[in-house]
């Protein structure tokens, strides 16, 4: 994607063909920064401390963080401890464990010697399928907002309202859940986007605004509450999300949040789709309310918050009185049967497994 001209993904390969540079997303939307990183527990860091975030593109990190650690070594003990770790840095997002035993499947029964180079030809493959992958994403998408803005005479936008961030920041490239507003909008589709702040750590407002006026795409940032509001007096035409793992019968973990969304779609009878790679579906998971592990963060995410103050510094400041507590779980799960359909780089399904099995027979 551009901003300012200038062409990006949120994540490449270094010129010297040993580091591995990203946008350091806690920088935005203050500042464009780019981050090297040179070794494995870089990476891990980097996941843990969300300057990369969204499922696909933890993925893509964690296999470029196994490429670092083969630098130091590349015995079998090693790769697998390697595994582990990067594994356990963020328990939800199913792309980053769906990544690693995608590296180990190709590493472990090479040679040690042949490893290394291996490795970083796998993560190049990782990186380039991502990204053909939301562009398929996105023309299945668009599909859907072309239709409503048909059935809407061609006379008004199209007003579309997402949670958190699913754009190209979240992934290699073109990104899930924004993929089909940005190619309906290259379409001449006028769209119009309702961006939820998504708290705590304002996701839309740091990341999902940020994309948006890089792109061009007109929008309003909305606080996480008034979306029930602007779909009882008809201002939304559809809800578009990402999810960072869905259940093989079409149930939906996203950041927290997305459930009381999905429940006022229902209500006001507003579709209500969810854009994913295959790769983020957990065949080994039915019920997603009661198996996907919900990851709790720290409790500072919600008792301070950052902001760029009048003398143009960014700061951290606390919004809460210093005794109180606070708990963050990071995700909830929509149920299937709040999901109008599963946007995919297959095409569009039903939440359900029938639907899914229809797109993915070789998962059956």
């Known amino acids: 994607m551009k901003v300012n001209g200038q062409e990006y993904r949120s994540i490449w390969l270094a010129t010297d063909g040993v580091g591995v540079e990203i946008i350091d997303q806690t920088q935005l939307p203050f500042g464009l920064v780019v981050a090297r990183l040179e070794t494995l527990e870089a990476a891990m860091d980097a996941i843990r401390r969300m300057l990369v975030r969204g499922a696909p593109l933890i993925g893509a990190t964690a296999a470029y963080g196994i490429c670092l650690g083969l630098r130091r070594e590349a015995s079998s003990a090693a790769l697998e401890a390697m595994a582990a770790g990067l594994i356990a840095c963020r328990p939800t997002a199913i792309n980053l464990r769906w990544a690693v035993e995608r590296m180990l499947r190709v590493l472990l029964p090479l040679p040690e010697e042949a490893r290394l180079a291996a490795s970083y030809r796998e993560a190049g493959l990782i990186c380039e399928e991502d990204v053909q992958t939301n562009e398929a994403i996105g023309r299945h998408g668009a599909g859907l907002i072309e239709a409503v803005w048909r059935e809407k005479g061609e006379k008004e936008p199209v007003h579309v309202l997402t949670h958190c961030n699913a754009g190209w920041l979240a992934t290699v490239d073109w990104g899930t859940a ?187």
């Open 178 to 364: 924004l993929a089909p507003i940005f190619k309906a909008t290259a379409a001449g589709i006028p769209v119009h986007v309702w961006v939820d702040e998504t708290r705590p750590r304002n996701q839309g407002a740091s990341l999902t605004a940020w994309e948006l006026v890089a792109a061009g795409v007109d929008h309003d940032l909305i606080v996480d509450n008034a979306g029930g509001h602007l779909m009882q007096h008809g201002r939304v035409d559809l809800c578009i999300v990402g999810t960072d793992r869905t259940s093989a019968d079409g149930d939906v973990c996203n950041k927290i949040g997305t459930y009381l969304k999905a429940l006022a779609a229902f209500d006001n009878k507003v579709p209500f789709y969810v854009a994913l790679p295959g790769s983020t579906v957990d065949w080994t998971v039915s019920d997603g309310v009661a198996e996907i592990p919900i990851e709790e963060r720290g409790e500072e995410e919600v008792l301070r918050i950052q902001g760029l103050d009048a003398e143009g510094t960014i700061r951290l400041v606390s919004i809460a009185p210093p005794a109180t507590r606070a708990v963050n779980p990071a995700f909830d799960v929509t149920p299937a049967r709040l999901v109008t359909g599963l946007i995919t780089e297959r095409g569009i399904c039903a939440a359900s497994r029938a639907g899914l099995l229809g797109l993915y027979p070789e998962r059956g």
